[in-house]
């Protein structure tokens, strides 16, 4: 069981990096197969944010909706569901 916390308060125990590597391991299978023309964008905005100091939990929640559309579309429901998991949880 998770620890109680307020995301509006602060992030602190809620594993905010581990989810958001979880989601990219799930993305990455898509990168690889090339499953969507929206794959070299996505991962130029990730490279330039980091290039800017930004995380990836900023990134996820930049494309949130796009990439909920897209994975439920490419069936993807687990990695769906961890993203799903990850907006309801930190975002």
């Given amino acids: 069981m998770?620890?109680?916390y307020d995301r509006y308060l602060s992030f602190?125990?809620?594993d905010w990096e581990?989810?958001?590597a979880r989601v990219f391991a799930g993305l990455e299978r898509?990168?690889?197969?090339q499953?969507?023309?929206f794959w070299p964008?996505?991962?130029e905005q990730r490279?330039?944010?980091h290039a800017q100091g930004l995380d990836d939990l900023r990134v996820l929640h930049n494309y949130v909706s796009t990439l909920r559309d897209l994975l439920d579309e490419l069936g993807d429901r687990e990695t769906?569901?961890?993203l799903e998991e990850l907006e309801e949880t930190c975002m």
């Fill in 41 to 43: 964008y996505f991962r």
């Fill in 80 to 82: 769906l569901a961890l």
């Fill in 18 to 20: 581990g989810r958001c």
């Fill in 47 to 49: 490279r330039r944010a």
């Fill in 35 to 37: 499953t969507s023309a």
């Fill in 12 to 14: 602190k125990g809620c």
């Fill in 30 to 33: 898509h990168f690889e197969r």
């Fill in 2 to 4: 998770e620890p109680a």
